[in-house]
C-alpha cells in the first residue's frame, strides 16, 4: 500500500458537525474491525492488483486511500466498492466515507445552504441514497466526482422538477470537473424509485416525507422554523429515516 494521500482533505475541507463527528467515531471503530475486515477481503474483484489489495486489507481507510484521484485504478476500486454497495452496507460506508468531503464542499461553495452545519446534514443523507442506488454502468468515468454532483442535485435541486422539468439547474456544470459527464436528468426519478421501494419496504410515510422535505428546504434551519421544531429534532428525525430507508434497501 502506498502512504495516505490526503490531498483530498486539504482540497475540500468538511465543516465540522454533530453527524461528521458521530461518523468520523463509527469510522475509527469500523476500519480495524476484524468483523468489517472479513467482509471486505470477500467483495468480488475481476482486477488482479484489487483482488490482492482486498485480500490483504488491514485497514478499511487504505480502500478510501486509494480511490483518491491520484491513485491507479481508482475508479476501477470505486466500480468494485459500488457493486458491492448494492447488497452491503459496509461498501456503501467506505463509499461515503470517501466522496463526503468532495460533496460537502461542491455544496457549501456552491453556495446551496447558508448554513454549513446544514449542508452536511443535508447532503450525507442524500450521499448514501445516492450510492445505494448508483449504477456505475451509465457512469463510464470519475465515479467520485459522479457521486458528489447526484448527491447535491437530490440534496439541493430536486424541487426544480417538480416545475414539470422545465428548468434544469445551470450549476450542474458547476459542479463538475472538466472530464466528467454531464449528471444523467434522470436523476431525480432515481431517488423517487428509491424511496418507493423504501416505501413498499414497509419504511413510514413520516419518515419519506420527512426526507423529501429535507431534500427541498434551503437548510435544516429554515425546515425547523417552517415545522415550529428545533433543529436538532428535524436532525434526528432524519437520522431516523435515514436508517429506516437504508434497512430497507439492504432488505
Known amino acids: 500500500m502506498q502512504p495516505p494521500d ?3 482533505d486539504r482540497e475540500h475541507p468538511t465543516p465540522r458537525s454533530a453527524l461528521m463527528r458521530s461518523l468520523s467515531r463509527e469510522w475509527q471503530r469500523l476500519r480495524h474491525d476484524p468483523d468489517a475486515l472479513a467482509i471486505a477481503r470477500r467483495w468480488p474483484a475481476e482486477n488482479p492488483r484489487l483482488q490482492q489489495m482486498l485480500a490483504e486489507l488491514t485497514d478499511l481507510d487504505e480502500l478510501v486511500n486509494d480511490t483518491a484521484w491520484s491513485r491507479p485504478d481508482s475508479d476501477a476500486l470505486l466500480r468494485v466498492l459500488l457493486a458491492a454497495a448494492a447488497r452491503d452496507g459496509l461498501a456503501a460506508r467506505v463509499v461515503l466515507t470517501r466522496v463526503a ?17 446544514g449542508v452536511v446534514d443535508l447532503v450525507v443523507p442524500a450521499l448514501w441514497l445516492a450510492i445505494c442506488q448508483f449504477d456505475p454502468a451509465r457512469r463510464p468515468s470519475s465515479l467520485a466526482n459522479a457521486l458528489a454532483a447526484d448527491a447535491v442535485y437530490f440534496a439541493f435541486r430536486r424541487e426544480h422538477r417538480r416545475d414539470g422539468g422545465r428548468e434544469r439547474p445551470a450549476s450542474l456544470s458547476v459542479l463538475a470537473e472538466p472530464a466528467a459527464p454531464p449528471l444523467d436528468p434522470t436523476a431525480g426519478d432515481d431517488l423517487n424509485s428509491v ?6 419496504g414497509g419504511v413510514a410515510r413520516e419518515h419519506l416525507d420527512l426526507l423529501d422535505a429535507v431534500a427541498a428546504a434551503e437548510s435544516i434551519k ?3 422554523q417552517a415545522e415550529q421544531v428545533t433543529t436538532r429534532t428535524i ?3 432524519r437520522r ?7 434497512a430497507a434497501i439492504a432488505a
Open 6 to 8: 490526503n490531498r483530498a
Open 101 to 117: 468531503p468532495l460533496a460537502i464542499a461542491r455544496a457549501a461553495r456552491f453556495g446551496c445552504s447558508d448554513d454549513r452545519g
Open 195 to 200: 424511496l418507493a421501494d423504501a416505501r413498499v
Open 222 to 224: 429554515k425546515l425547523a
Open 235 to 237: 436532525r434526528n428525525r
Open 240 to 246: 431516523r429515516a435515514v436508517e429506516e430507508v437504508r
